[in-house]
Structure formats: structure tokens, C-alpha cells
């Protein structure tokens, strides 16, 4: 898990070193680096690339393309920190999600833990002067569409293999940046190839470490320290972009995480 969120830290520094290419150009090149381990994996493996739920796989791919494109939208007004503590509101939103769609049940002490993560959206707008608002709608809308990423994810369940998802994904994520970027195109120069398409292998492996980590450990163990992402992003916001976090931005911040990994370790203890 370590190395999982590095790499997506990472990642979340090259999208905003690359704050002049537009944000569905991200998602192009975000994606279709990616679709060279997928389709490798699936050809050698002999695995069906179509998949069985179909209309699924597509709806789950659309949202988490929605989400992805926000996210790197949001990157280019919000300390690149702040826009992924954000976007890890997702969870609350699914849970959410879950009771209307699922029929699943939200626990009083659960709703504490929502409620805190709240407090820290709050506080991040609420004393954060230099807040651009415009940014955090749209961290909040990427965390919402994420929130029902977790809901197809669900209904799909078993019925087909996690790289047959995460290669829909891709292949409609190249498609869909690829087209909205004609109009906005602008060239990378030089380094700026390695990097766009290093967003995709930082991405890729990022997932397999993840996916890896939490088959090797129980999930209480492990989901927490996902939330390593924020610290290591915030840290290269800091020394790399030289953005400035107030206190109220921290503490925002950590209200956030604290909520959302406090209901991670009571979800754990209470199966």
C-alpha cells in the first residue's frame, strides 16, 4: 500500500505540473498508457475481453470517466493536496448511494464519522480564505460520481474479472478524452510525452499494488492507509509546487481523513 499510493501521488503530481494541457487531454493520455498493461494482461491470460455484464461495465465507465475528468479539472484551482482529500469524500457518497440503490443500512456512529468529514469541507471553506469555490465544486461532483463508481462496481460484483473492468474503463476513457480533446489539443513538448504518458503506468500500478496489498492483508489493516496518498501529495504540493496550506486548510484536511478512516475501522470491526 506504500508503494500503491506513491505511485498515485505521483500521478496526482504530474497532472498538476501539466496545468497548460486540458483536462480531457489528461484523461487521453491518463487512459490510454494504461490500455497497453490492460489489454497485455487479457490477451496473455486468455481472459474474455467483452466481459458478461456488459451495460455495466459501460455505465460504470462513463461515470468513472465523469469523475476522473472533474478531479483534473479541479487540479487546476485547488492546492493539488486539498483536491484529493476532496475527491476521498467519495465513500460517504456511496454509502449514501448504497441505502437507496443497495437497501444497505448507515449506522448512528457511521453517520458521526460522515458528519466529521463534513466539518472538515466546512472548515476548508468556511476559514480558507483562498479557497477558489469554482475548484471545489468540482473535487465535490468528482467525489460524488466516484460515490456511484462503488455502486456499479458492486453490481457487478464477481461476474467478471477486475482487469476486464478496468480495461472498459480505459478504452472508453481514451475514447471519450480523445474526442473532447480535438478542439483544445495542444502538443507536448519534450519531457512533456514522458510524462503525460507516465501518468497511465504510475496509474496502472498504483491499482495492481493496491489490489495486491489488500489480498495479502485483512482490510482494516490496509484501507487506512490509503488515505497516505493525501500526506505524500500535500508533501510534493509543498516541495515541488510550493503551494501554501494554511492551518485551516490542514485541519480540514484531517478532519476529513480522520472521519473517513475512522468509519473504515469500524466497518471492519463491526462485520
Known amino acids: 500500500m506504500l508503494i500503491s499510493t506513491l505511485a498515485f501521488a505521483c500521478m496526482n503530481a504530474i497532472v498538476k505540473h501539466l496545468l497548460h494541457i486540458n483536462a480531457y487531454q489528461i484523461v487521453f493520455f491518463r487512459s490510454i498508457s494504461t490500455l497497453a498493461f490492460t489489454f497485455t494482461f487479457l490477451l496473455k491470460n486468455n481472459i474474455p475481453i467483452l466481459?458478461?455484464?456488459?451495460?455495466?461495465l459501460v455505465i460504470r465507465?462513463?461515470?468513472?470517466?465523469t469523475s476522473m475528468?472533474?478531479?483534473?479539472?479541479?487540479t487546476k484551482y485547488l492546492p493539488i493536496g486539498t483536491a484529493v482529500s476532496l475527491r476521498y469524500m467519495a465513500p460517504i457518497f456511496a454509502a449514501i448511494f448504497a441505502v437507496?440503490?443497495?437497501?444497505?443500512?448507515?449506522?448512528?456512529?457511521?453517520?458521526?464519522f460522515f458528519a466529521m468529514a463534513f466539518l472538515g469541507v466546512l472548515v476548508l471553506k468556511g476559514f480558507d480564505t483562498e479557497l477558489?469555490?469554482?475548484g471545489l465544486l468540482l473535487a465535490f461532483l468528482s467525489a460524488i460520481f466516484s460515490g456511484l463508481v462503488y455502486i456499479t462496481i458492486s453490481k457487478i460484483g464477481k461476474s467478471d474479472h477486475p482487469v476486464v473492468v478496468v480495461n472498459y474503463f480505459m478504452v472508453i476513457s481514451t475514447i471519450i478524452g480523445g474526442v473532447l480533446s480535438i478542439n483544445n489539443w495542444i502538443t507536448p513538448v519534450g519531457?512533456?510525452?514522458?510524462?503525460?504518458?507516465?501518468?497511465?503506468?504510475?496509474?496502472?500500478?498504483?491499482?495492481?499494488?493496491?489490489t495486491k496489498a489488500f489480498q495479502e492483508a485483512t482490510t482494516n489493516q490496509v484501507a487506512p492507509l490509503k488515505y497516505l496518498e493525501v500526506i505524500?501529495?500535500?508533501?510534493?504540493?509543498?516541495?515541488i509546487f510550493s503551494e501554501v496550506y494554511t492551518f485551516w486548510s490542514l485541519l480540514g484536511i484531517a478532519l476529513i481523513i480522520g472521519g473517513l478512516v475512522l468509519n473504515i475501522l469500524y466497518k471492519a470491526k463491526n462485520k
Do not use: D, H
Open 232 to 239: 505524500y501529495t500535500v508533501l510534493f504540493g509543498i516541495f
Open 69 to 74: 475528468t472533474f478531479f483534473f479539472m479541479s
Open 132 to 134: 477558489n469555490v469554482y
Open 100 to 112: 437507496f440503490l443497495l437497501r444497505e443500512t448507515i449506522k448512528r456512529w457511521q453517520w458521526l
Open 51 to 56: 466481459g458478461n455484464k456488459k451495460k455495466l
Open 61 to 65: 465507465s462513463i461515470v468513472g470517466v
Open 191 to 210: 519531457i512533456e510525452w514522458a510524462m503525460l504518458l507516465g501518468l497511465g503506468v504510475f496509474g496502472y500500478f498504483g491499482q495492481l499494488y493496491m
